[in-house]
C-alpha cells in the first residue's frame, strides 16, 4: 500500500518528494502500532498534502486511469521496473483494497476484476538452477555452521545454536519464519525413523519494527496463504530428527517452548544474524570458486535445494506442494529449471516404457 497510494493523487503544488512520502507511509501511516505516534512538522505536511491530492476510489472506473495506475505499478520511485513478481503482489494488493471498497457500498462494482496489464519481465521468478545445492554440499554445508563462532563470550556456540535451524530448512523444506516458530509440541521425534513437524504458523521478521507491537520486531502470522486455523504437516528423514533430538538435548526451549531464539532477546533469531552465520559457514564449507559463485548465497537457497530434490527424487508435484506449503502451479512455474535437468531421466523411462 505504501508503494501504490502516492501513486493515485492529482498533481498538486509542493508536491513532497516520492521516496520520502512513500517512507512516511510505510512506517508511521499504515502500521497500526505507529498511528497514533506525533508526527515532526513536515510529515504532518506530507500527510495533509496526500489527504487533499488522494483521488476518490471511484475514478477507476475510467479506463484510462485504471490503466495509468496499473503501468505505474510496475516501476520503483526511483523509476526502476520491478519484477513481475512484485507487480503481481502490488496488484493484488491494490484488487483487494478496492474490493473491500465496493463491499463497503463506496462503489458498485470493482473494476479491477479481470483487468491486467502486460508487465515487461525485469526480474527472475523461477530459481536459478546455480543457486542449488546437492545433498553432499548441503550436508558440508551444515556441518561447517557448527564450526561458526559468536564473538561474544554468550554466544561462542552461535554456530551450533543454529545447526538444527538451517537443517530445518533444508532437511524439512521450512520457510525462515516457519523455524522461527517452530515449538517442541510440534515434532515428533522418534528414536529410529522418520519423524515430523505439524506447522501451526510463522514468526515474520518485520523491517524496523514498524508493523510488529511495540518493543517487538516480528509478526506472528498464519501459515502462508492458509487459515489461521489451518496447520500443515511436514514429514522429516532421521538425519532431521536426530539433529532436532541433539538440539533440543543440548539448548532446550525458550519459554513458550521455541527451539530458536536470539540469544540476548529471546525474540526471534535476527535475519541479520542468521545471515552472518551463513556466510561465514559457505567461507568455511566451500571453495574459494564455489564461494564467489551464486551456490547456495542465501539461507533460503536451503528451501530451493529440499523442494528440488524432492522432485529430482520423483516425488509427485501435488505431495511436494503439499509439504512446502505452495500451489502446484507455483511449485512447477518456480522450479521450471531445476527440473530441466531431470530430462534426460525423464526421457530413458517413457524410452524403457515405449520400448518395453
Not at 47 to 68: G, K, N, Q, Y
Not at 75 to 99: F, I, M, N, P, Y
Request: aromatic letters at 6%.
Amino acid at each position: 500500500m505504501a508503494a501504490i497510494v502516492p501513486l493515485f493523487v492529482r498533481q498538486l503544488d509542493h508536491a513532497p518528494d516520492p521516496a520520502a512520502l512513500q517512507r512516511l507511509l510505510s512506517t508511521r501511516l499504515l502500521p497500526p502500532p505507529r498511528r497514533g505516534e506525533p508526527l515532526t512538522a513536515a510529515q504532518t505536511a506530507a500527510a495533509s498534502w496526500l489527504v487533499r491530492a488522494s483521488r476518490p476510489v471511484a475514478d477507476l472506473a475510467d479506463d484510462i486511469v485504471a490503466s495509468e495506475l496499473l503501468t505505474a505499478l510496475g516501476k520503483t520511485v526511483s523509476g526502476r521496473s520491478v519484477t513481475s513478481l512484485t507487480w503481481d503482489k502490488r496488484r493484488a494488493v491494490l484488487h483487494r483494497t478496492v474490493e473491500f471498497a465496493r463491499s463497503s457500498g463506496w462503489i458498485d462494482v470493482n473494476p479491477l476484476t479481470g483487468r491486467r496489464h502486460v508487465v515487461r519481465h525485469s526480474g527472475p521468478q523461477i530459481v536459478d538452477p546455480r543457486v542449488v545445492v546437492n545433498p553432499a554440499q548441503a550436508r558440508q554445508l551444515l556441518a561447517a555452521v557448527t564450526y561458526v563462532r559468536g564473538r561474544r563470550l554468550q554466544d561462542r556456540d552461535r554456530g551450533r545454536r543454529l545447526h538444527a535451524f538451517f537443517a530445518c530448512i533444508y532437511y524439512a523444506g521450512l520457510r525462515p519464519g516457519e523455524v522461527q516458530l517452530l515449538r517442541e509440541a510440534d515434532c515428533t521425534l522418534p528414536a529410529s525413523g522418520w519423524g515430523e513437524l505439524v506447522l501451526t504458523g510463522s514468526r515474520s521478521e518485520v523491517s524496523a519494527g514498524y508493523y510488529a507491537p511495540r518493543g517487538k520486531r516480528h509478526h506472528e502470522r498464519p501459515l502462508k496463504r492458509r487459515a489461521a486455523e489451518e496447520v500443515r504437516p511436514v514429514p522429516i528423514p532421521p538425519a532431521l530428527v536426530e539433529i532436532l533430538r541433539a538440539h533440543l538435548a543440548e539448548f532446550g526451549t525458550t519459554r513458550d517452548g521455541r527451539l530458536f531464539s536470539g540469544v540476548e532477546s529471546g525474540e526471534n533469531v535476527p535475519g541479520s544474524v542468521y545471515s552472518r552465520v551463513w556466510e561465514e559457514a559457505r567461507q568455511i564449507g566451500l571453495s574459494p570458486s564455489q564461494e564467489a559463485s551464486l551456490l547456495a548465497r542465501r539461507p533460503y537457497d536451503l528451501r530451493h535445494a529440499a523442494l528440488s530434490s524432492w522432485l529430482a527424487a520423483g516425488v509427485p508435484p501435488t505431495e511436494v506442494a503439499e509439504r512446502a506449503g505452495n500451489s502446484v502451479k507455483v511449485l512447477l512455474t518456480v522450479y521450471a529449471k531445476c527440473l530441466d535437468g531431470q530430462r534426460s531421466a525423464y526421457n530413458d523411462r517413457i524410452t524403457t516404457l515405449l520400448d518395453g
